[in-house]
């Protein structure tokens, strides 16, 4: 409940939605990360309609981003390297397909008296920029209100968490450029560093050892692959290191040639930051009394000093 206690505010962050458990051809769709469709649509059900309502007048659902992964979602069976307006609405288009469970969820939670939904971006989802996405998605899941920033109200902030780390943070003043690769001449999404390792290096070994994105902290999977998946963890290592260098230097130099900004990036790839230390700090030089943040998959509650959490 918020402080007027007639509202209700429900969080839900990083389900990553794909193209659905099996690809068109009935194979399993190992880009997919999120299963829990049907208990996804209990839970909107039962704050919406049922006793977890209790006396409130209004229900929001916060979508606090990364909802949809339009990094790993493949087009015309390739992942884009340029998020493109037609290209990030087709993939929505096959999202929606993949999920008619949670869609429709999402749609009957928004048609029920009070109940809205907002969904704030997050660093997989830039795409919710495009305004022929956010028609799309009104269009199946009920009318939507679109954020690209934190969400803020009485004493709680609420923001995905990407922003904290230089390789995932957008320029949100600008999150479109005007001009996408040579010869199509469309604007593409102001992606960071971190949307390029996702779409051109991570999709790829995920193809191979599909497995990796579930291991949360990453560094668990890597000291795992070191000593049971050797040369394939000695290999793609390498290739991490030739892949920045190349993405950094030689292929976007225009956007990418800044030193500070490169230091930067290694400095967060070396030592990410926690966001539990950066919840602390925010929490400490500013008037909220709750933050919410997801992005890191780590599931963590803390109490700080004068009872913020």
């Known amino acids: 409940m918020s402080s007027d206690e007639h509202k209700l505010k429900i969080v839900v962050s990083d389900f990553h939605l794909g193209k659905g458990h099996y690809l068109a051809d009935g194979v399993p769709n190992h880009m997919e990360d999120f299963f829990q469709d049907q208990k996804f ?7 919406s309609r049922g006793a977890g309502r209790g006396d ?4 929001e659902l916060v979508i606090n981003g990364d909802f949809i992964d339009y990094l790993t979602v493949d ?49 997989h989802d830039p795409a919710i920029a495009w305004p022929a996405v956010q028609k799309h998605l009104c269009e199946q899941m009920g009318p939507i209100t679109f954020g690209f920033d934190d969400y803020s109200f009485d004493d709680v902030r609420i923001e995905h968490g990407h922003q904290r780390e230089v390789m995932h943070e957008f320029d949100t003043a600008r999150l479109t450029l005007p001009a996408g690769k040579r010869g199509r001449n ?4 102001n992606f960071p560093f971190g949307c390029f390792f996702v779409t051109q290096y991570l999709t790829k070994l995920r193809n191979r ?23 394939f963890a000695l290999a793609n290592g390498l290739g991490v ?13 225009h956007r990418f040639n800044r030193f500070s900004k490169t230091m930067a990036i290694l400095r967060d790839v070396f030592n990410p930051p926690r966001l539990e230390k950066t919840a602390r700090k925010i929490l400490a030089d500013a008037p909220y009394r709750v933050l919410v943040m997801g992005h890191n998959h780590e599931a963590v509650s ?8």
């Open 56 to 59: 409130a007048k209004q229900v």
């Open 75 to 123: 087009v015309a069976g390739s992942i884009p390297d340029a998020m493109f307006e037609s290209d990030a609405l087709e993939a929505t288009q096959l999202v929606c397909v993949g999920h008619p469970v949670a869609v429709k969820a999402m749609r009957e939670f928004g048609s029920q008296t009070g109940c809205s939904i907002r969904y704030n971006m997050g660093n």
């Open 41 to 47: 649509a209990e839970l909107l059900e039962f704050y």
């Open 241 to 253: 290191c030739f892949f920045f260098i190349k993405m950094r230097f030689v292929r976007h130099p």
């Open 186 to 189: 469309e604007p593409i999404i």
């Open 209 to 231: 050892r599909h497995y990796i994105g579930q291991v949360v902290p990453f560094r668990l999977y890597l000291r795992w692959a070191f000593i049971n998946d050797f040369w």
């Open 302 to 309: 803390r109490i700080y000093p004068g009872g913020k959490q």
